[in-house]
């Protein structure tokens, strides 16, 4: 099982920058590709990026590809979010979850194939 606390939310002027990390625990988080996925108020939950176990294949969703990386660092089991050029449609909260199948060689891009969610880490880009 593994356990997860985002940080690195916060408020920024469009067009600026934020770093965002997910802290895991557990020691089977080398076997899981990671995802990072947003909700905006009154919406659902969805995709923003994943990346698989080894650190390889990461995938985007179309609205933050070339703005936004994913990166892991199983050492440290850490998993990160560079968000560059923000838009105010960014303005979301940010949750990272493990994929619920381990060593799976293409990351998934579905909500539900994903599970154990932290709390979550608020974004906010003003206009």
């Known amino acids: 099982q593994v356990q997860l606390v985002e940080s690195g939310g916060g408020l920024v002027q469009a067009g600026g920058s934020l770093r965002l990390s997910c802290a895991a625990s557990?020691?089977?988080?080398?076997?899981?590709?990671m995802g990072w996925f947003r909700q905006a108020p009154g919406k659902e939950r969805e995709f923003v990026a994943a990346?698989?176990?080894?650190?390889?294949?990461?995938n985007y969703a179309d609205s933050v590809k070339g703005r936004f990386t994913i990166s892991r660092d199983n050492g440290k089991k850490m998993v990160t979010l560079q968000m560059n050029s923000l838009k105010p449609e960014d303005t979301a909260v940010y949750y990272c979850?493990?994929?619920?199948?381990?060593?799976?060689?293409?990351?998934?891009?579905?909500?539900?194939?994903?599970?154990?969610w932290g709390q979550g880490t608020q974004v906010t880009v003003s206009s």
């Open positions: 979850a493990p994929d619920r199948v381990p060593l799976r060689m293409v990351v998934t891009t579905r909500v539900s194939d994903f599970g154990s």
């Open positions: 557990g020691r089977t988080f080398g076997n899981y590709a």
């Open positions: 990346i698989t176990w080894s650190g390889g294949s990461p």
